[in-house]
């Protein structure tokens, strides 16, 4: 099967002060049609980063760069501005991650659903105004013809985030990119926001590119998943094998951090991960872990690994093989 969207060694810097920033270094994925791929790693990895370079949403100071960037066999590379305005918003949407930044405060909910129609398929307003009732509706908001001659600030975080998630289905979407959707959310809405989307994402046949640090979430949505850290993706694997067996020794530090019902015991520490993340400004020497990791030897600090593949779909990145890292066990950090 064709994979609908391919991304080979996609880089994003950006210049500061201090020299230049490197955001996301070299990262490749592909997603296929109707798969959950969910972009896992803490804060500052170079998630947010990976989705706005796929969307051609970065800012103006930033460089984007890679080998491939296709949509649908369509190298997104090449794209003018104009041409790529044609796909936003159209075959490809993106859920940003705080609704209440991302929804201008000046227009109703209705004027900015109905935009999106009325860019990309020319209809009337009684055909924008009907799809937008109906979508409103599909993602769980009551009264639906009301609410769309309300403001963004009359609606409460979950409502509004329903809103983002509509907008996002307005056009019917291949893909969609969904960044931390649930974060400003609570437990209860949060289970219900996933529920929704991966019921929608059936539904529409639509294919998903999930960002978030909660393995929790992962466990639960997830087809495949890439592990980032530092501007890398540093794992790939179903979240099956890797939740069965972790590789890269940053994964396997994110997992210790997660109490397992039934085995972690009450008052028991959870396991961290020492150090701190290396500065993503200037040259980058060896592996990015390696000052974090119990592991490494004299060449991590002085080599960047490569991606070892384990199968087609599943890799990591590290110097250590995986027979090496059998025998050293599942529980990497002390």
Known sequence: MNALLEVADLSVDIPVAAGELHAVRCISFAVQPGETLCLVGESGCGKSMTALAIM????KVARRSGKVLSFSRKSLLKLSEREMADIRGDRMAMIFQEPMTSLNPAYTIGN???EVMFRHRGVGRGEARQRAVFLLEKVGIRAAESRLNQYPHQLSGGLRQRVMIAMALMCEPELIIAD???????????AQILHLLKNL???FHMAMILITHDLGIVA??????????????VETGTAREVFANPMHPYTRGLLSCIPVPGK???GEFLGSIPGIVPTPIGQTLGCSFHNRCSWARFDCARQDPEIRPLSLNRGYRCH?????????????LP
Not at 180 to 190: F, K, S
Not at 221 to 233: E, H, K, S
Not at 324 to 331: R, T
């Open 320 to 332: 250590l093989g995986p027979e090496v890292l059998k025998k050293k066990g599942q529980a990497v």
């Open 180 to 190: 931390e959707p649930t974060t400003a959310l609570d437990v209860t809405i949060q």
């Open 112 to 114: 900015q659903l109905m």
């Open 264 to 266: 972690t015991k009450r």
């Open 220 to 233: 639960r949505v997830a087809d495949r998943l890439a592990v980032m850290y530092a501007g890398q993706i």
């Open 201 to 203: 994402q059936r539904e």
């Open 56 to 59: 051609d949403l970065l800012p």
